[in-house]
Nanobody
Framework: VQLQASGGGAVQAGGSLRLSCTISTRTHNTYNLAWFRQAPGKEREFVAGATWSGDRTNTADSVKGRFTISRDVAKNLLYLQMNNVKPEDTSIYYC???????????????WGEGTQVTVSS
């Protein structure tokens, strides 16, 4: 499984970004997908997760109501719509694939390289 995140960039507080993750395989329909983020000097943090089909999702309390995870199965893409962003959302954002729906990074075996999101006040 290969993953590639894109769509990051610089945005002002209150603005929006949409991150995309290209997933290279179509055969792991029992797997789960997730977005994590990691700021300098901090641990990697769960942001949102979804089943392979995208029919069930989970969002961290820190971004609930602002971020939405979604899935385009036909295009094999995973999205993270980020609205009303805040300076504390500044991080490198990673997409990940794992067998278990979990908020723990160690449960995910496959990771993309990440995309930088910088929010200015």
């Amino acid at each position: 499984v290969q993953l590639q995140a894109s769509g990051g960039g610089a945005v002002q507080a209150g603005g929006s970004l949409r991150l995309s993750c290209t997933i290279s395989t179509r055969t792991h329909n029992t797997y789960n997908l997730a977005w994590f983020r990691q700021a300098p000097g901090k641990e990697r943090e769960f942001v949102a997760g979804a089943t392979w089909s995208g029919d069930r999702t989970n969002t961290a309390d820190s971004v609930k109501g602002r971020f939405t995870i979604s899935r385009d199965v036909a295009k094999n893409l995973l999205y993270l719509q980020m609205n009303n962003v805040k300076p504390e959302d500044t991080s490198i954002y990673y997409c990940a694939v794992g067998r278990i729906a979990s908020t723990a990074p160690y449960e995910y075996a496959y990771w993309g390289e990440g995309t930088q999101v910088t929010v200015s006040s």
